[in-house]
């Protein structure tokens, strides 16, 4: 998982700093799993799984710009990537958020109102209708009720800024005990490759839902 911290985060900051016409500019924030930590290699992230599904659906070019950052905090979002998101010099097609996996496991540090509040910071501050996903769920006891009560106040405010819900937090809940392991790397805490198809899947379905790809194919 070091590794992959590393390697992924140098893909990721490679980027082509032209904007040519046509092409779909997709940005992502949020955390490790925003990088892909986890997966066997980075193409099997989900976001770059989602960039090949909009280029297919769209017959467009996808230029990725991924602001995420490992270990990342809902207040990390707010101080370190949202800046970046303000001054990346386009207008963004598509946003997609995952965060608050690490606001559960890091409890000294962040509380639910304390995620709340960064939580609808980002919300405020996102374009409208970005796909935005709640908090994972956890199966240890303690970790599973912080991260219930982090997704019940993350899809409220989801809702009330006019967001669209991923439901990260219900499909894991659904997969259960028995199968949680399948889904996750070695660490038990980031997604495999099975498992980051299944987060690709859920922002896929909200994506398609919305409409967001007839106005993607219209341009």
């Known amino acids: ?94 946003v997609t958020l995952d ?14 109102e304390s995620f709340a509040a960064s939580f609808e910071a980002i919300l405020s501050a996102l374009p409208p209708g970005s796909f935005v996903g709640d908090v994972p769920w956890f199966m240890v006891p303690g970790l599973s009720k912080r991260s219930r009560s982090m997704t019940a106040r993350a899809s409220e405010l989801i809702a009330s800024y006019g967001h669209h819900l991923v439901p990260i937090y219900q499909a894991m809940r659904e997969t259960g005990y028995l199968k949680f392991h399948t889904n996750t790397a070695a660490d038990w805490f980031h997604p495999n490759d099975k498992g980051y198809r299944a987060w690709a899947d859920l922002f896929w379905a909200s994506i398609v839902e919305s409409g967001k790809l007839d106005e993607l194919r219209g341009r």
């Open 99 to 112: 965060i608050g996996g690490n606001d559960v496991v890091f409890a000294a540090d962040n509380t639910v």
């Open 1 to 94: 998982m070091n590794g992959h911290v590393e390697s992924y985060r140098e893909h990721w900051e490679t980027r082509s700093e032209s904007h040519p016409d046509g092409v779909l500019h997709y940005v992502a924030l949020g955390d490790s799993a925003a990088q892909g930590v986890g997966a066997t290699h980075v193409g099997a992230s989900y976001v770059a799984l989602l960039a090949d599904r909009l280029s297919e659906a769209t017959g467009r070019d996808v230029a990725i710009t991924n602001l995420s950052i490992s270990g990342a905090v809902s207040g990390d979002v707010v101080t370190r990537q949202l800046p970046v998101l303000q001054n990346l010099g386009f207008t963004p097609d598509l």
